[in-house]
T-cell receptor, first 115, second 113 residues
Framework: GPKVLQIPSHQIIDMGQMVTLNCDPVSNHLYFYWYKQILGQQMEFLVNFYNGKVMEKSKLFKDQFSVERPDGSYFTLKIQPTALEDSAVYFC?????????????FGHGTKLSVL | QQKVQQSPESLSVPEGGMASLNCTSSDRNFQYFWWYRQHSGEGPKALMSIFSDGDKKEGRFTAHLNKASLHVSLHIRDSQPSDSALYFCAASGATGGNNKLTFGQGTVLSVIP
């Protein structure tokens, strides 16, 4: 089936550094998402993105967070600077048209460890 | 307050048994419900959707929705060890332009061989 690829699978950085998480969505999908999962528990919505713009973001999407997808490249989540509480697994997802009755396809996640 | 609440937090069933997972929403804006399954080290994968009142059956899996009470359930018959995973109930609303899924806190299912 359709696959979302995330790179890297694990990232370890020092607090205060910048980190970029990369996502290669399903090729014909138009809507992209980031979710945060702590300790294998609840999936928390961060942001969704369409046509080069943030459509909606949650309170977890702090000012230090940004997303972009330059033409033909990865959909990225950048955190600058990082904080200890940013340690989590970050999941990228995509959907075809962003409609509410559509399923989201998730990647395997990037585990971020902030030391 | 959690907008999507799941119960139980964890569940153990014998192989071949029936597993029943529950989900309740506190937000009447939610109209579209999904069950996602997450195996260890992977991302969640959509298992099935249910948008109308009543039952929906797909193989060994049956979902039930009661919109009046905003209650959704998932029943897995003839449970297999490969069904052992974290199960999420997820919901999206009828209003607004974007597909933003709100997840419950998950139910850990263990199927004992």
């Amino acid at each position: 089936g359709p696959k979302v690829l995330q790179i890297p699978s694990h990232q370890i950085i020092d607090m205060g550094q910048m980190v970029t998480l990369n996502c290669d969505p399903v090729s014909n999908h138009l809507y992209f998402y980031w979710y945060k999962q702590i300790l294998g528990q609840q999936m928390e919505f961060l942001v969704n993105f369409y046509n080069g713009k943030v459509m909606e973001k949650s309170k977890l999407f702090k000012d230090q967070f940004s997303v972009e997808r330059p033409d033909g490249s990865y959909f990225t989540l950048k955190i600058q600077p990082t904080a200890l509480e940013d340690s989590a697994v970050y999941f990228c997802a995509s959907s075809l048209r962003g409609q509410k009755n559509e399923r989201l396809f998730f990647g395997h996640g990037t585990k971020l460890s902030v030391l | 307050q959690q907008k999507v609440q799941q119960s139980p937090e964890s569940l153990s069933v014998p192989e071949g048994g029936m597993a029943s997972l529950n989900c309740t929403s506190s937000d009447r804006n939610f109209q579209y419900f999904w069950w996602y399954r997450q195996h260890s080290g992977e991302g969640p994968k959509a298992l099935m959707s249910i948008f109308s009142d009543g039952d929906k059956k797909e193989g060994r899996f049956t979902a039930h929705l009661n919109k009046a009470s905003l209650h959704v359930s998932l029943h897995i018959r003839d449970s297999q060890p490969s069904d052992s995973a974290l199960y999420f109930c997820a919901a999206s609303g009828a209003t607004g332009g974007n597909n933003k899924l709100t997840f419950g806190q998950g139910t850990v299912l263990s199927v004992i061989p």
